[in-house]
């Protein structure tokens, strides 16, 4: 599998909007769930957003609800998190991850369950 690279990070201030991307051509199968999860300091990684191939329902944090967008472009082979109206405790390492799982599964995004991660890209809200 060809390692999944994330991109779009930065530094905004709060009320701002960022998108990430990450290159998933070789994980679009049918039995793949994709997801976004983040990790800020001194806190445990959690599932942001994910959604299954081929289907186009979604899984979303509470605390990104209404906010937070997921996408899976399959002309550009990429996934993407629209974040807007973001907020300080946005602030975090986010992470791309693909895997093979039930689609239950990966409506309850869970660390243990998916095997391929990217390297990560730093998102900063300032207030």
């Known amino acids: 599998q060809v390692p999944l690279v994330e991109s779009g990070g930065g530094s905004v201030e709060a009320g701002g909007s960022l998108r990430l991307s990450c290159g998933v051509s070789?994980?679009?199968?049918?039995?793949?769930?994709m997801a976004w999860f983040r990790q800020a300091p001194g806190k445990e990684r959690e599932g942001v957003a994910s959604?299954?191939?081929?289907?186009?329902?979604?899984f979303y944090a509470d605390s990104v609800k209404g906010r937070f967008a997921i996408s899976l472009d399959n002309a550009e082979g990429t996934l993407n998190l629209q974040m807007n109206s973001l907020i300080p405790a946005d602030t975090a390492d986010y992470y791309c991850?693909?895997?093979?799982?039930?689609?239950?599964?990966?409506?309850?995004?869970?660390?243990?369950?998916?095997?391929?991660w990217g390297q990560g890209t730093q998102v900063t809200v300032s207030s």
């Open positions: 991850a693909a895997g093979s799982m039930w689609s239950f599964e990966c409506y309850s995004p869970s660390r243990q369950n998916f095997p391929y």
């Open positions: 070789t994980y679009r199968r049918s039995d793949y769930c």
């Open positions: 959604i299954y191939h081929g289907s186009t329902n979604t």
